[in-house]
């Protein structure tokens, strides 16, 4: 979901002006075949039926983009928690060996922060100098294990063992968004209320200014949500802030 069409601002534009263009789409079926009264009670029912059913839809999936947005939050918590855990156990290996894994997590410490706050090109880019970085620590860690294993160096090795993993779950999550299907449903489902409202309006000038008012809204809705759901691509961002005060601490 990194492409230019997934953008926010992108997202905004297009839904505004496939909805403008399916109100104009409804305008056009009304002068072609109008309704009388009785139906026009009929269609009353749909349309309001049919706005309930599209307002449901952008909020269950306005709770599914802020719930993956606090996911992401969380994890760099517990990713900044990991890090510093493993920095503090690294003064039971022997002091040679402590030096080495400290300097590995500070380094790498830096490529996490560098993560976050990089677009998605230049978090592609890190991603094999992460992959590097954490074999070079568990290496650091599984020497000592090696030579003297009991239970205290176990520690250590499960405190690297946490970093890894908590950069895996951070990673999967970034991944994780909105599904597809949820948001094409919810897209067709505006598409065809804006046509039922055009459609059902009057003539008047007013009447056809106040089409605009819907496609406004929900093209509002629709580029919050993907502001949301993409943190590197809009206005929202991730902000690194526990793995930031870990590093100024470790300085």
Not at 60 to 75: E, P
Not at 205 to 233: E, G, N, Q, S
Request: with cysteine; net charge neutral; hydrophobic share 55%.
């Amino acid at each position: 979901m990194d492409t230019i069409f997934f953008r926010p601002v992108s997202v905004f534009l297009f839904t505004l002006v496939a909805l403008l263009v399916a109100g104009w789409l409804g305008s056009w079926l009304r002068r072609r075949a109008g309704l009388d009264e009785k139906q026009q009670e009929d269609f009353s029912l749909i349309l309001a039926a049919t706005l309930t059913l599209l307002g449901l839809l952008i909020g269950f999936s306005f709770s599914m983009a802020a719930n993956r947005y606090d996911q992401r939050k969380n994890l760099e918590e517990a990713e900044a928690n990991a890090i510093g855990t493993e920095y503090l156990r690294a003064d039971l290996l022997p002091a040679a060996d402590a030096d080495k894994v400290r300097d590995a997590l500070k380094r790498y410490l830096d490529l996490r922060v560098r993560y976050y706050v990089a677009d998605a090109e230049g978090a592609r880019v890190l991603d094999p100098a992460t992959a590097r970085l954490q074999a070079e620590l568990w290496t650091a860690v599984v020497g000592p294990a090696k030579r003297q294993p009991d239970p205290v160096v176990a520690l250590v090795v499960a405190g690297m063992n946490d970093v890894i993993n908590a950069q895996g779950y951070t990673q999967a999550a970034w991944w994780n968004h909105v599904p597809m299907s949820a948001v094409t449903l919810m897209g067709a489902i505006a598409f065809m209320c804006n046509v039922l409202i055009g459609y059902g309006a009057k003539a008047a000038p007013l009447h056809k200014r106040l089409l605009t008012i819907l496609p406004l809204f929900v093209a509002l809705a629709f580029a919050l949500i993907f502001d949301i759901d993409t943190p590197r691509l809009g206005l929202i961002k991730i902000v690194p802030q526990n793995l930031v005060a870990l590093q100024g601490s470790l300085k």
